[in-house]
């Protein structure tokens, strides 16, 4: 399986951006990236996800290079409440994922 | 809109002793799943299933029995608790898991389990 790479943790003052960039040069052409994120004593909830193009929704944006050996999770404006663990996940197109996959994630700490 | 349901939200148990988590969810899902998470680290999958009556293991399946004799409810169950079983538990329920690359994973609030 492909495997992704991201920092431990980074830190981000509140109202300003926020790009959060997961490694992934093993990727297949047919693996969909996906960010998840978990807030303090809650279960992970979905962010975003994308195959080629960049997408957005009301989350956030997702930056998928060219090659896509890489890619970029943009919070716009990050408020106290985007603290958490973000995970970059790699999926199979082609369906039949027993389940997720997680590593240990980005730590996103944002200073008031 | 109750969505993934977990229950109990905390639980002490003592080694040996067996005991049910329950998962319900309310969307019509078919797949449904079990997570664990132990401090500083990632989710692991413990077991699934892609609808009523078949369920399959994951990454971590050991001491824990799951069955779905219902769309709703997927309880995991822990047959003789030992002290590495102390964990966060998460169920988590998608429509089917052929669109799991392509939509979304919606997860319960978790379940604390401490096994003294």
């Known amino acids: 399986d492909a495997k992704t790479t991201q920092p431990n943790s980074m830190e981000s003052n509140e109202e300003e951006p926020v790009h959060l960039p997961c490694n992934h040069s093993t990727i297949s052409g047919t693996d969909y990236i996906h960010w998840y994120r978990q807030l303090p004593s809650q279960g992970p909830e979905y962010v975003i996800h994308?195959?080629?193009s960049n997408v957005n929704n009301r989350m956030a944006s997702l930056a998928i290079a060219e090659d896509r050996k890489s890619s970029t999770l943009i919070l716009h404006r990050a408020t106290l409440r985007d603290a958490a663990v973000y995970y970059c996940?790699?999926?199979?197109?082609?369906?039949?994922?027993?389940?997720?996959?997680f590593g240990k994630g980005t730590h996103l700490i944002i200073q008031p | 809109n109750a969505g993934v349901t977990q229950t109990p939200k905390f639980q002490v148990l003592k080694t040996g002793q067996s005991m049910t988590l329950q998962c319900a969810q309310d969307m019509n899902h078919e797949y449904m799943s079990w997570y664990r998470q132990d401090p500083g680290m990632g989710l692991r999958l413990i077991h699934y299933s892609v609808g009523a009556g078949i369920t399959d293991q994951g990454e971590v399946p050991n001491g824990y029995n799951v069955s779905r004799s219902t769309t709703e409810d997927f309880p995991l169950r822990l047959l003789s608790a030992a002290p590495s079983q102390t964990s966060v538990y998460f169920c988590?329920?998608?429509?089917?898991?052929?669109?799991?690359?392509?939509?979304?994973?919606?997860f319960g609030e978790g379940s604390r389990l401490t096994v003294l």
């Open positions: 996940i790699l999926l199979y197109s082609g369906g039949g994922a027993d389940g997720l996959t």
């Open positions: 994308g195959l080629t």
């Open positions: 988590a329920s998608s429509y089917s898991r052929g669109v799991l690359s392509t939509g979304e994973l919606f």
